[in-house]
């Protein structure tokens, strides 16, 4: 994390006043969600909450739950703050390494998991390629691909002109996104200048 932040300054990125980084947290049903509220309701000001990794943060799922109503109630957890403080999170998700014909088939889990958020952004890449394509869908999203490049010496992805079906992938990393104006804040991380 430290590296990556001292690149992205080193390229005329700049620190935010009122960026939090935390290391660890507890999971959702061990204190996790709670914690979450505390700092909600201490950082008015917060635009945008980035869990890295989903899987670490879900918490126990119900006894007894389908695989489905398990993963549901999962994404669940964090839609509640989203829609109670009206932050968008940014839940990083990995995916099953085999193809799919619907992208939204790649991320790891049940269908309950893009069921229960707001939008599914899936990042698409040749192992060893700077180049990919983002896959968008959601609810007040419109469904899209936009060719992606990544800037090393930024530490940043750039939006690429162009059709993103000139762009092959073999890799996935998936992101799901909570929020209905989720997308018009993190587009414009995608398209920075600096």
Known sequence: MQRRRRQMLAAGGRAGSHLTLETACPTM???????????LDNNPHARLVNIDTFEKMRGNDPAAASAYAADYTAAVRFKRL?????????????????GAEDFQSLVSGTNGL??????VLVLGRSRGQADGV?????????????AMSFDASAG???KLDGPASDHLMKEIRPVMVEGATAMDRLFP???RDT
Do not use: M, S
């Open 29 to 39: 049903t061990a204190g996790g969600e709670a914690l979450l509220i505390d700092w």
């Open 82 to 98: 989203v829609d109670h403080d009206n932050v968008p999170f940014l839940l990083i998700h990995h995916v099953h390494k085999q």
């Open 114 to 119: 893009t069921g229960a958020v707001d939008a």
């Open 134 to 146: 983002l896959h968008v869908t959601g609810r007040e999203v419109e469904e899209a691909d936009y």
């Open 156 to 158: 940043a992805w750039i």
């Open 189 to 191: 991380l995608c398209e």
